[in-house]
């Protein structure tokens, strides 16, 4: 099985619900539960790769605080070889206060932190041993975005790796230049849909695909929640694949990170892009129906069993 390095955004995820609007300065507001998880893109999608079983690395900066200790460990304790995780004292470990709606929908609370100094000529320096080369929380990544990261990605590429990219919400809100020059340097690019529009400017799925292609992307997959996912393995083939809508979400942290894992899962032993969607959109399914962005995720041989115990509408 090929091995995965996943580079760029971790967080300390403090998830409180339900939380369906904040309270007024001043009033305390009672909630039902509380936890702390690691979260952020890249740290998602190594955890949920090694629940699944899947030989992965992760390459992150955080903190030298209790924060960085968390993340460290906990990634350690899943199975992720840690040995991309930058230590820096001058950076906080980015934070997120993650507050989930009795629907299961969620909002936060950001800290950019150490995930904003991560410098793609670290990045550089854990890529030896890993087959596919994953970027995810593209956008967020202030030091690394752009034509840093596209120069990784070539690295990569000449180098015979397969290269991957899934984003973050901008709240800076300048979406296609912080990205635009790291483009050209991808295998298979992945946002979610509303992700997706904002780069883009279209809102019809194959016009999407069309804009992404033209800037160099050579495959894309646009994650369109719970209709599950649109599929672009060339200009000229494409399909979307349903995903487990009978199932009612505990907690949606996470949903787009564990389907990119579950992608990930699937080209790392050589499966077709249907067969992997359709266990991208499984494993996405697992993710939700427990609190935390990782909990939910079993080994891979649950998540095929589902797969043939539980249809499809």
């Given at each position: 099985m090929k091995k995965?390095?996943?580079?760029?955004?971790?967080?300390?995820?403090?998830?409180?619900?339900p939380v369906d609007a904040l309270p007024a300065p001043g009033v305390l507001q009672r909630v039902?539960?509380?936890s702390v998880h690691v979260g952020g893109c890249a740290s998602n999608a190594a955890n949920d790769l090694a629940r699944l079983g899947v030989p992965v690395r992760l390459c992150c900066k955080v903190g030298t605080d209790s924060f960085g200790d968390f993340v460290t460990e906990t990634c350690k304790?899943?199975?992720?070889?840690?040995?991309?995780?930058?230590?820096?004292?001058?950076?906080?470990?980015?934070?997120?206060?993650?507050?989930?709606?009795?629907?299961?929908?969620?909002?936060?609370?950001?800290?950019?932190?150490s995930t904003s100094a991560l410098l793609a000529e670290e990045a550089e320096n854990f890529l030896d041993g890993c087959d596919i080369i994953f970027v995810g929380g593209a956008m967020l990544l202030t030091a690394f975005d752009g034509a840093p990261c596209g120069r990784l990605f070539e690295k990569a590429r000449q180098a015979g790796k397969f290269t991957v990219m899934d984003t973050a919400w901008d709240f800076e809100d300048k979406w296609l230049p912080k990205i635009k020059d790291a483009l050209p340097g991808?295998?298979?690019?992945m946002p979610s849909y509303d992700e997706a529009v904002k780069l883009s400017g279209e809102t019809d799925l194959d016009?999407?695909?069309?804009?992404?292609?033209?800037?160099?992307?050579?495959?894309?997959?646009?994650?369109?929640?719970?209709?599950?996912?649109y599929f672009a393995?060339?200009?000229?083939?494409?399909?979307?694949?349903?995903t487990y809508r009978s199932i009612k979400p505990v907690d949606t942290t996470g949903a787009g990170d564990s389907f990119c894992a579950g992608f990930l899962c699937g080209l790392a032993q050589g499966w077709d892009f249907e067969r992997?969607?359709?266990?991208?959109?499984?494993?996405?399914?697992?993710?939700?129906?427990?609190?935390?962005?990782?909990?939910?995720?079993?080994?891979?041989?649950?998540?095929?069993?589902?797969?043939?115990?539980?249809?499809?509408?």
């Open positions: 995965i390095c996943c580079i760029g955004s971790v967080t300390t995820d403090i998830i409180l619900s039902s539960h509380s304790r899943t199975g992720v070889d840690v040995s991309g995780i930058i230590r820096e004292g001058s950076v906080s470990t980015t934070t997120s206060v993650v507050c989930v709606n009795s629907q299961g929908e969620r909002s936060f609370l950001y800290n950019p932190g991808l295998d298979l690019f016009r999407i695909a069309d804009f992404f292609f033209n800037c160099g992307v050579k495959q894309v997959i646009i994650k369109t929640g719970k209709d599950g996912a393995p060339s200009r000229e083939e494409r399909f979307s694949l349903p992997s969607g359709r266990f991208a959109n499984a494993v996405g399914t697992h993710c939700i129906q427990a609190v935390g962005a990782s909990d939910g995720i079993p080994p891979m041989a649950d998540v095929l069993k589902f797969m043939e115990e539980t249809p499809l509408e």
